[in-house]
């Protein structure tokens, strides 16, 4: 039995609850689960790669098989460096599932030992996104719910500046 | 590293290439992938289970990790039975993303252990159904380009009779 | 203010508590609800219409302002005849909505006066179906969770014969 | 400028005033147009081969350029037979794309020169179909906006016996 | 009976016929419907939050039991300010119902006693929206069809501008 | 017979593979076909408007009844000065077909002659977009299956600056 070793590409801006389960799941099937923090987003992010990578390893330090990495550049080429051959992604919502669809195909076109897994997050956090709860946070709705204590924390600071 | 073991469920009526170009994919991240063809289906079948478990064996012989089960009842008690965590299931169109997504979240309240997994076909196979291939060979359509030779002879015997 | 009749139409074969919470729901606008048991469906049901009926009477005794009642025939006339003005339904997923937006355009069109007014379920109800709790339950599965004591009776009665 | 055959293949049981939309939007890009009515449809049907070709025939009697014909096996060979390079379909709703995104991959392998186009119908005749009309018919509601008056009075005759 | 108060939030950016429609037809169950004029858009608006108040409340001149207010925040607190237990969306397409479903589960999630009730509007406006409008109307085109008059001046003189 | 024109309007920014393949397909029904490379996209564009006409030049230079022109306003309008009827535009997920069925009625409002026709590209681009392009070709990733030889070579030069 080899080494299998999955990346889990995002923005995480910020992490959320749904992120964690998604991650958690993950273990179940790879033995090294590497969470891959999108440098070069389009959009101007709330939190730096810095601090996203930050938050990250504040909240999984000491989960077994969880690595925080950033990057930038293509997946595939991330994937490869790293000697991953899963690509794992979160499934919410038809939208999604296009969208993942085209993505998942695009990654096998450019690494074709690169296999995308699918997984659905748990029932109740289903509705939950990073844009959802960036929007709850800054109009000072509680998302306490939603993220983990820390992410909770640094949300506070951010949007209290 | 403990041994990951897979159930892919299906009425595999028949086996197409894109049932075993998703069963190879499983391979990427499970030790053994039980396939599991489904004996109480409420619409008549065009093979018997007898039938779908031969084909299915004959098509697999020799490949290493991959065993064929008929099953009945609960899927989430066939897996405990047979210690697989994971299940594993082929997504194509919206439509299958929808009840996949319904089937996963009742067998995790049934099982809670039970991980669902979903894994896109090869592009060139995503419009392929067991229902299309028993409707093109049934109009004397030629399928040898959606099914494997084994299935295909087994499509013509016996829709000769 | 006018007494607002809504109707909640279904099969009901059987009522679980996705069913149950949308009728709890809709008792924030509407000042009747008549839960309406379709009688003439195509596909022959589990229950009979009259142990359905019993089965939403016996689940719903004494609770103010919800009424069982079976109907064949238009859901439109049936609306006219009991001065219903609102035709409640529940969105699960897509391809509920698909239909439902179908359905309540016919509806409108039969009797212009109708309202079809959608309601979500909650978020843990969201995957239960009738259909499903029949499969689960016929294959000896758990359904406590899904279905009122009531009715996870007779389907224990029933399923045993 | 070659002679540009279209097929529009359907069960039609029956004809519907959405039907009747998409065939004479096809005359806008197509020289003929062949209905073609499946003869062997699973389900049971309320009207013969027969019987809806007919309804057709006397629906489109005079139209220039629309021709009736039924047909049985598959739907390549049968637009191979008549020199038709184009399948009409009619768009309404994602569930239908779905199926139909199938349907024409499939018959794009069988037939690589066969061509599917998709048509959107009036707005006002996007929530129509066949099955929808048979239901409200025969619960004795009126169809006359949704059908022609031909098929209405067949619908009558056939329902009233 | 208690007074039933809703919402109806939304950017309004313009009004359109279809919003027109949303906000009559909640008359049928609410006793009172405060349109929500949303003020912190991220993206820059047409028209001004004023300008988008005076419109409606221009066009609902006179209408018994229709409000417009502003609101900027949570939409779960402006509820809870304003005695409103129900929350209108009006539904016009698939992508619509995954993000107001998801905006559904989020409201029951900050304020469980908000129930959200989807409207179909009137088919022939099911395809409208602000943005379309927006944008035939700054290509020239006329859009006379799918606002208010008053809502086409207003258009007319600030895209003169 | 009377000619038939066909507007296949876009971005193009840049031309993929799978807009050529629609073009080329297009031609099974349409005498002439103008692609209108629209001028006025709210969002920057990588290639100007001359620059992706001239890629579409070179790429279709000799290919008999294909247009290349830009175009701003309305599309309406413009097939209507063109002379055309037909507007051909790509399906390739559900979220596109969302959005062109809202735009094809539209320009059925606007203009009711003009009838909109959707073509499903080759299985192989139906992943295929101008941004994923983009977004790879900016990362560095090879996009010589994806594009034509001379829209790779411009989107070289233009990322090399």
Chains 1, 2, 3, 4, 5, 6 share one sequence.
Do not use: W
Request: aromatic letters at 8%.
């Amino acid at each position: 039995m080899m080494t299998r070793i999955a990346i889990y590409p995002g923005s995480f801006d910020p992490l959320t609850r749904g992120h964690e389960d998604i991650i958690r799941r993950s273990l179940a099937f790879a033995d090294r689960v590497i969470v891959a923090v999108a440098v070069n987003s389009s959009k101007s992010p709330l939190f730096t790669v810095e601090e996203r990578v930050d938050l990250l390893e504040a909240v999984f330090a000491g989960v077994e098989g969880v690595e925080i990495k950033s990057f930038s550049g293509l997946l595939a080429e991330f994937a490869q460096v790293h000697g991953a051959s899963l690509v794992i992604r979160g499934l919410r919502a038809v939208s999604d599932f296009e969208y993942e669809f085209q993505m998942a195909l695009m990654n096998r076109k450019l690494h074709s030992e690169l296999e995308t897994v699918f997984l659905t997050p748990d029932l109740n956090l289903t509705f939950l996104s990073s844009s959802l709860v960036r929007e709850v946070a800054s109009l000072g709705g509680d998302v306490g719910e939603f993220v983990h204590p820390k992410v909770e924390k640094a949300l506070r600071e951010k949007l209290s500046r």
